[in-house]
């Protein structure tokens, strides 16, 4: 298998544009991800799916933010609308883990459905009293065991149904009181004081792939983790993570420089892919060239993600929405 390019990209609207399909076709991205502007109906979105992955001589993942809540992409009529999650995992109370369960069974199949077969989910940031509103109802609750078992229980809903979970924000992001999408959380707790912070990803280390937090532990080193390569030997060593690690958007404003600065940055650090989410088709071919292929480990991961998909187990979805509504 030749090697992929180190990025995950987006595209600009409801089909490629002659550039974007040249691009991508001469650089072979690792992946792609879809947002609300790529959406209008079933039909077209499935269309789109196979033009992405037509470009490439791969079976591509194509991702989406499919948490459920504010951070939903598909709406109705295209999928079902739902809680935030920290609402569903507190309706359910000790039910919580069936319950999320089911809700990322329910949304696997609806992503498939469509075209699309990784989800940016488990979320198992553990929420604190001052986590920032962009990021707190979004978590599945605040005591870091509890995270675990729901975030196990919201991967496999998603293996389940045929769809790649990526374990987010790594290696933990729920102490952020600022926005990392206009700017840099800061986090000042001792190296002792954060091992509830890590704990979920130590135990889901064996999930296929995962995203970066753009946040700094000043105890442990003063660049984000997603270009420090301190934290990412964490995340390999302590936290034994072996699955593809991808950037968190690098288009945040967390970072600094430019998108095609971060992405050299983020690389040296030793993450594994770039996600360029949003930004013009000169942004994105400068973090195409930016990128190059991938290393020889990265390629490693990202064949054995590739290998790792699944085939949708049958289940009757009308009786597991019957069983979660009855929680």
Known sequence: MSRFCAAIFGCDGLRLTAD?????????????????????????VR???????????????????Q????????????????LPPLEQVSKAGKNAARAMYLRYRIIAHELMTLGVDANCAPM?????????????????????????DIGRAVANGLWDGGVFPVIKHMPGHGRAVVDSHLDLPRVSAARSELESDFAPFRALNDLPMGMTAHIVFEDIDD????????????????????????TDDIGMEALDGTVD????????????VVLHCNGTFADRRAVAE?????????????????????????VDIDALAEELNAF
């Open 47 to 65: 269309a789109l799916c196979d033009e992405l992955r037509e470009t490439v001589a791969h079976n591509a993942p194509i991702l989406i933010d």
């Open 67 to 82: 948490e459920g809540g504010r951070v939903q992409r598909f709406r109705s009529p295209l999928a079902r609308e739902w």
């Open 124 to 148: 198992v940031d553990v929420a604190r009293e001052d986590t920032h509103p962009f990021l707190k109802n979004r978590c599945y609750g605040s005591d870091f065991a509890q995270v675990t």
């Open 223 to 246: 660049a984000p983790a997603t270009t420090s390569p301190t934290m990412m030997r964490l995340l390999r060593e302590e936290i034994g993570f072996d699955g593809l690690i991808m």
């Open 290 to 314: 930016a990128c190059g292929d991938m290393s020889e480990e990265a390629q490693r991961r990202a064949e054995t993600v590739l290998l790792a998909r699944r085939v949708p187990e049958a």
């Open 261 to 272: 600065q971060r992405a050299v940055a983020s690389l040296g650090a030793g993450c594994d």
């Open 20 to 44: 974007e399909r040249s691009l991508f076709r001469a650089v072979q991205p690792f992946g792609f991800i879809l947002f609300a502007r790529n959406i209008d109906s079933a039909a077209q």
